[in-house]
């Protein structure tokens, strides 16, 4: 079966950088697009970014130029490089294989900003 299971949640300053981490498994990771997901408290999930299987990478308008996705086949793992975090950032971070709003999740990570 599908499971994907994120890492590197914390809370930090503002300011502050972070890299979340999300193995895979049950899946041939290199033929899979992937993506990170977040939802904050009282919002509906919304995309961070993704990346498909050749490496080409979008994103929201909100993180463009402070967050980075990135992928090692080798490890069957997506990161999230994420610099300059602002409160506004906080939220539950998801990892995604499959899009939105179907396809497989994780359990999710806390990353908190405080100001």
């Known amino acids: 079966q599908v499971r994907l299971v ?3 949640g914390a809370l ?7 890299r979340l981490s999300c193995v895979a498994s049950g899946i041939i990771f290199s033929r899979n697009a992937m993506g ?3 939802q904050a408290p009282g919002k509906q999930r919304e995309l961070v970014a993704t990346i498909t299987i ?4 979008n994103y929201a308008g909100s993180v463009k130029g402070r967050f980075t996705i990135s992928r090692d086949n080798a490890r069957n793992t997506v990161y999230l490089q994420m610099n300059s975090l602002k409160p506004e950032d906080t939220a539950v971070y ?3 294989t499959g899009g939105y709003p179907g396809g497989y999740w994780g359990q999710g990570t806390q990353v908190t900003v405080s100001s």
């Open 54 to 57: 050749g490496g080409s990478t």
């Open 6 to 8: 994120e890492s590197g």
């Open 94 to 96: 998801y990892c995604n």
């Open 36 to 38: 990170w997901y977040r």
């Open 12 to 18: 930090v300053q503002a300011g502050g950088s972070l």
